[in-house]
């Protein structure tokens, strides 16, 4: 299992295995793609908390996908989870949740909320946005993370004898302002042009395409 940890850097174009996790720094999320057997216990080695993972995005309904995904949910339900998780997927897997709890007699005490895996913006957080694009039955991935607000111009400010407080803040927020004699101040005016979001793309198929390394490109 490959264990991709979102930080100051990352190489824009990844090649990924069955499955892999990513954690989320700012919210010590952690998604998973896929869940092959013994799933559980690479991620112990990997030093990740099962009880953190949020998401379980599955690229493929095959045996090799799947086969850990009961095993992984119980586990859960024995350690008192009581998050909800999100679950996106193909079709048919619904299916396969409904007999597995059937036959193992087993009643999660967490929700579990299922989403039909589609082509586009399928994740969107207050940090993160996921696309997923998929082509001649091999597909790709997307992560984007959210743009930092530029530095804001101290000086600048205190040259205009703007006092400290919450404008400082509105003025980090792009807001402009009239003020009394008729003149306006403009929010960008007093700060650096916005950080652009960190962006990755994790594929599938065995070559890279023009397209994916076009999307690879920040």
């Given at each position: 299992?490959?264990?991709?940890?979102l930080?100051?850097?990352?190489?824009?174009l990844?090649?990924?295995?069955k499955s892999?996790?990513l954690?989320?720094i700012q919210?010590?999320e952690?998604?998973?793609?896929?869940?092959?057997?013994g799933?559980?216990?690479n991620?112990i080695?990997k030093n990740?908390?099962?009880?953190?993972?949020?998401?379980i995005?599955?690229?493929?309904l095959d045996t090799?996908s799947?086969?850990?995904l009961?095993?992984l949910?119980?586990?859960?339900?024995?350690i008192g989870r009581k998050?909800?998780i999100?679950?996106y997927?193909?079709?048919g897997?619904?299916?396969?949740l409904?007999?597995?709890?059937?036959?193992?007699?087993?009643?999660f005490?967490?929700k579990?909320?299922l989403?039909?895996?589609k082509?586009?913006l399928?994740?969107k957080?207050?940090?993160y946005k996921l696309?997923?694009?998929?082509?001649n039955?091999?597909?790709?991935l997307c992560?984007?993370?959210?743009?930092?607000p530029?530095?804001?111009?101290?000086?600048?400010?205190e040259?205009?004898?703007?006092?400290?407080?919450?404008l400082y803040g509105q003025l980090?927020?792009n807001?402009?302002?009239?003020?009394p004699?008729g003149?306006?101040i403009?929010?960008?005016?007093?700060?650096?042009?916005n950080i652009?979001?960190?962006?990755?793309t994790?594929?599938?198929?065995?070559?890279h395409?023009?397209n994916q390394?076009?999307a690879?490109r920040?």
């Open positions: 299992m490959d264990q991709i940890i930080n100051n850097y990352l190489p824009n990844h090649k990924i295995r892999f996790a954690k989320l919210s010590k952690i998604w998973l793609f896929n869940c092959q057997e799933c559980q216990h991620l080695k990740l908390k099962i009880n953190n993972i949020s998401k995005i599955f690229t493929k090799d799947i086969s850990g009961i095993g949910l119980s586990s859960l339900n024995l998050e909800n999100e679950i997927k193909p079709k897997i619904d299916n396969y409904d007999l597995s709890k059937k036959y193992s007699q087993t009643n005490k967490y579990i909320y989403y039909q895996l082509t586009g399928i994740i957080n207050n940090n696309y997923f694009f998929i082509k039955k091999e597909y790709s992560l984007i993370s959210k743009e930092k530029g530095q804001f111009k101290l000086k600048k400010a040259v205009f004898y703007l006092i400290k407080g919450p980090k927020q807001k402009c302002f009239l003020l004699d003149n306006i403009q929010g960008y005016y007093f700060k650096n042009n652009a979001g960190k962006q990755i994790l594929i599938k198929d065995k070559y395409t023009r390394n076009e690879s920040v």
